[in-house]
C-alpha cells in the first residue's frame, strides 16, 4: 500500500536558518498527488502546497517543494526560517482510485531566536 | 477563515461513558472525515461520508460511530470510552469524493481526554 516516510520528528532551527523537511514516498500509482499541510497550534491544520507534476517547483508563503518521482521525494523547504513557521509539519499522499490521503508521522519545527 | 466547525473544544470523561461530537462545515462541500491525531501526532482517517453515505470506514473499533444528517453535518459518537480513546478528533471537509487533488479543510479538532 501507500506509505509516506518523514524521517524528523523533530527539527529545530535557529531563526533566519534554511529549512528543510524531508518527505519520501512509495505508491504504486502514476497519478500520485503529494501535500504539504501545516497545523499551527490551537489552529486547524491546512494545505500548504500540493504538486502531481514531476520536477516543478511549487511555491506558497515563502515555502517551496518540488516533486521528484525519480527519488520518490517531496521535501519542503524554505530560505529563511521564521518564528511563526514553528508549527507541526505533515506530508501526504493521495493515487490512484484511492483518494484516501495518506499522512507521514508528521515534523515538529521549532524555530528559536 | 474558519468554515469547519467542531464542537466542543475539550471534552473530559471517564471510562465507561459515552460522548458526542458534532461537525458542520459551511463550503457546500460533499465530503465529509473524521480523523484522529494520537499523542505522538499520528493521524489516521477514521470515517468518511459522501452527500450523507458513508464511504469509508476503516478498522476502528465498534464503539465509534459516526452520524450524518446531511452533507454539511458530520458527528462522531463513541460508546464506552476507553482510554486509548484520549486524543484530538479533527473533522475535515473536501469538495467532493474520488478526486486526488482534493484539498482537506479541518476544523480545529475535539481534544478528548478519558480518565
Known amino acids: 500500500g501507500d506509505s509516506v516516510t518523514q524521517k524528523e520528528g523533530l527539527v529545530t532551527l535557529t531563526e533566519g536558518l534554511p529549512v528543510m523537511l524531508n518527505c519520501t514516498y512509495q505508491?504504486?500509482?502514476?497519478?500520485?498527488?503529494l501535500f504539504w499541510y501545516v497545523h499551527y497550534l490551537n489552529e486547524s491544520p491546512r494545505l500548504l502546497l500540493k504538486?502531481?507534476?514531476?520536477?516543478k517547483r511549487t511555491e506558497h508563503q515563502g515555502f517551496h517543494a518540488t516533486l521528484h518521482k525519480s527519488s520518490s521525494s517531496f521535501h519542503l523547504q524554505k530560505s529563511s526560517a521564521q518564528l511563526s513557521d514553528s508549527a507541526l509539519y505533515y506530508c501526504?499522499?493521495?493515487?490512484?482510485?484511492?483518494?484516501?490521503?495518506?499522512f507521514g508521522k508528521g515534523t515538529l519545527l521549532t524555530v528559536t531566536p | 477563515e474558519t468554515a469547519v466547525f467542531q464542537t466542543p473544544n475539550y471534552h473530559v470523561t471517564q471510562v465507561g461513558n459515552e460522548v458526542s461530537f458534532n461537525c458542520k462545515q459551511t463550503?457546500?462541500?460533499?465530503?465529509m472525515y473524521w480523523y484522529k491525531q494520537d499523542s505522538k501526532k499520528l493521524l489516521k482517517i477514521m470515517f468518511s461520508?459522501?452527500?450523507?453515505?458513508?464511504?469509508v470506514n476503516e478498522t476502528v473499533p465498534r464503539r465509534f460511530s459516526p452520524q450524518s444528517s446531511d452533507k454539511a453535518h458530520l458527528n462522531l459518537r463513541i460508546k464506552s470510552v476507553e482510554p486509548e480513546d484520549s486524543a484530538v478528533y479533527l473533522c475535515?471537509?473536501?469538495?467532493?469524493?474520488?478526486?486526488?487533488?482534493?484539498?482537506?479543510?479541518f476544523g480545529a479538532g475535539t481534544r478528548l481526554s478519558v480518565l
Open positions: 475535515a471537509s473536501s469538495t467532493d469524493w474520488g478526486g486526488v487533488q482534493n484539498t482537506l479543510y
Open positions: 461520508y459522501n452527500n450523507k453515505q458513508l464511504i
Open positions: 501526504a499522499l493521495s493515487g490512484g482510485s484511492n483518494y484516501k490521503l495518506t
Open positions: 504538486s502531481s507534476t514531476d520536477n
Open positions: 463550503l457546500g462541500h460533499d465530503t
Open positions: 505508491t504504486i500509482y502514476s497519478n500520485a498527488f
